[in-house]
């Protein structure tokens, strides 16, 4: 009995580790879409995904992920995906640290994490 609790133990942290390790990977491949894309267009989506935040532009077949952060003095401390929309523009030239998004008469400027390859 106790060896069974064991391997299912082990298989488990096993799996959390290798699951981890999936979602990092995962998380660096989004970033480095991102980062490369030169993005200025209409947002025809916004939703949270991965933990950030994944938009797609009017006429583009590709969906980017991004962590925004939000700050008082860029964005008076609007959290992105509270205040984005489809209709709203959004620019951002490849290799940019920032991302200005349009609404309405609001231009909010958003720095994102950085995921760097270890």
Request: hydrophobic share 45%; net charge neutral.
């Amino acid at each position: 009995m106790i060896l069974e609790i064991a391997s299912v133990l082990t298989l488990l942290v096993a799996l959390a580790f290798f699951d981890a390790r999936r979602a990092k990977n995962r998380g660096r491949e989004h970033f480095a879409r991102f980062d490369e894309a030169t993005l200025n267009g209409e947002l025809a989506a916004v939703r949270v995904a991965s933990k950030g935040v994944q938009i797609q532009l009017v006429g583009d077949t590709a969906s980017y992920v991004f962590y925004p952060r939000t700050d008082e003095y860029m964005n008076h401390g609007a959290v992105f995906w509270h205040i984005a929309k489809p209709g709203d523009s959004l620019v951002k030239p490849a290799y940019s640290d920032t991302v200005l998004l349009i609404s309405g008469e609001q231009h909010l400027r958003y720095l994102f994490s950085r995921i760097v390859a270890q």
